[in-house]
């Protein structure tokens, strides 16, 4: 059975801390893996989009890494921000379908 | 380009009746996937259609069905709602099956 855990399930730091989310799936058999951020009660967005065949991806502050022969995938938040506050989502894209885990919830604190 | 959008944004149906929830995806993208957020979890995947045929298929009972249209817009459908069924329906599209996905802002539906 294709299952998703993200540790940890909330998470609460001062501003300008970095900071990592941890993602682990029990089918290593994916195409790529997606992180997204949700704000309450809206869409997903998407923060990065990591390839099966890459170790790392990047955007801004954001770092993405895979590990798939382990079922790993971290994201590292740097110097976050009030701002970055929001539930963040990880999902392995197994072709037919998205595995999302339960997310972590961020606050980051003034 | 516009994003993904969907109709309507929210909606309140009695148990056992019966709602449609619509889809427009990115333009030039022929995948569409439906997914189910209840409060407090990740997104749980219902249906992926391709080029308008099902290609996936989650574990959701039968009053689940979808469909793809020729411009690739979907619709989903659910029969004889349960409170259950409440939640926030997401829809996503992609160019294809294993490509980056994009997802819409999602349809409320509240089952009373």
């Known amino acids: 059975k294709q299952e998703v855990t993200q540790i940890p399930a909330a998470l609460s730091v001062p501003e300008g801390e970095n900071l990592v989310l941890n993602c682990s799936f029990t089918?290593?058999?994916?195409?790529?893996l997606q992180w997204f951020r949700q704000d309450p009660g809206k869409g997903l967005t998407s923060l990065l989009l990591?390839?099966?065949?890459?170790r790392e991806q990047t955007s801004g502050r954001l770092n993405a890494s895979l590990d798939k022969s382990s079922g790993r995938s971290t994201l590292y938040i740097a110097a976050s921000q009030p701002g970055d506050s929001a539930t963040y989502l990880c999902?392995?894209?197994?072709?037919?379908?998205?595995?999302f885990g339960p997310g972590t919830r961020l606050s980051v604190l003034p | 380009d516009a994003g993904v959008t969907q109709s309507p944004t929210h909606l309140i149906k009695t148990r056992g009746q019966q709602v449609t929830l619509r889809c427009s995806p990115i333009?030039?993208?022929?995948?569409v996937s439906w997914y189910q957020q209840v409060l407090g979890q990740g997104p749980q995947f219902i249906f992926q259609?391709?080029?308008?045929?099902?290609?996936g298929r989650g574990n959701f009972p039968d009053r689940f069905s979808a469909r793809q249209f020729p411009n690739y817009s979907s619709e989903l459908n659910v029969n004889a709602l349960l409170l259950g069924d409440s939640a926030l329906y997401l829809c996503?599209?992609?160019?294809?099956?294993?490509?980056?996905?994009?997802f819409g802002p999602g349809t409320r539906l509240t089952v009373t």
């Open positions: 089918d290593s058999a994916i195409y790529n």
């Open positions: 333009s030039g993208h022929k995948s």
């Open positions: 999902a392995p894209n197994y072709g037919q379908n998205f595995v």
């Open positions: 996503a599209s992609s160019p294809d099956r294993a490509y980056e996905q994009y």
């Open positions: 259609y391709y080029e308008k045929e099902e290609r």
């Open positions: 990591i390839q099966s065949s890459q």
